[in-house]
């Protein structure tokens, strides 16, 4: 369990020293929250529906990719849903909420909904480089649908300064894919911080 505080205040921390520290805008939040003292939550997958990447749709984006390209986007879409499904678990858990995944019908009486509508990959060079984004929205909704809370968090990650002593965690941010599996992280973390701040009266 203090492992896991640490990491989380660790992501959060750290994001806020590079100067990149997602904030969350609510669109919209039930009053009175009906979430207070309420520890079970199902989290569906995130929807990518309608996903833009950078100022293009996500299927001409792919149009240009060859084979492998299109693999490595499509895993890194599955890497991103795992990160950020894993942080707001982990995170949950800390303060005490059961988060749980689910892919269809649940019991739980409150559903997480995750929406990423815009990506950025960023990128690096030897002489330049420019952070990844990701942008998600986050529904909370009884079972049957109907939104209590519907909130956006946006993350940046830039590329490390490469060098021999980067840890492999570093290392994996000189690429696309793990520029934003560290984006995914960060907003896992602050949206079990958001739910938190929902649950208690």
């Known amino acids: 369990m203090y492992r896991r505080s640490f990491i989380a205040a660790a992501l959060l921390g750290a994001a806020a020293l590079v100067g990149c520290a997602p904030s969350w805008r609510v669109v919209t939040q039930a009053s009175p929250a009906p979430f207070v003292g309420q520890r079970y939550f199902a989290l569906m997958p995130i929807d990518f529906v309608g996903l833009q990447i950078i100022d293009q749709s996500e299927d001409r984006y792919l149009a240009g990719k060859d084979g492998d390209d299109y693999q ?58 420019a952070p990844s984004q990701i942008r998600l929205t986050l529904r909370i909704t009884t079972r049957d649908g109907k939104v209590l809370d519907e909130v956006q968090f946006s993350s940046r990650t830039p590329s490390p300064i490469p060098n021999t002593a980067l840890s492999a965690a570093e290392a994996d941010k000189l690429t696309m894919g793990g520029r934003w599996r560290e984006d995914a992280r960060v907003i896992g973390a602050y949206a079990a911080r958001y739910l938190a701040s929902r649950v208690e009266p």
């Open 72 to 129: 490595r986007f499509m895993s890194d879409k599955d890497s991103i849903n795992e990160e950020f499904a894993k942080a707001l678990v982990e995170g949950a858990k800390d303060e005490g909420i059961e988060v749980a995944e689910a892919a269809g019908t649940t019991s739980a009486p409150f559903v997480l909904k995750p929406y990423v509508g815009y990506m950025n990959p960023g990128f690096y060079a030897v002489v330049s480089s």
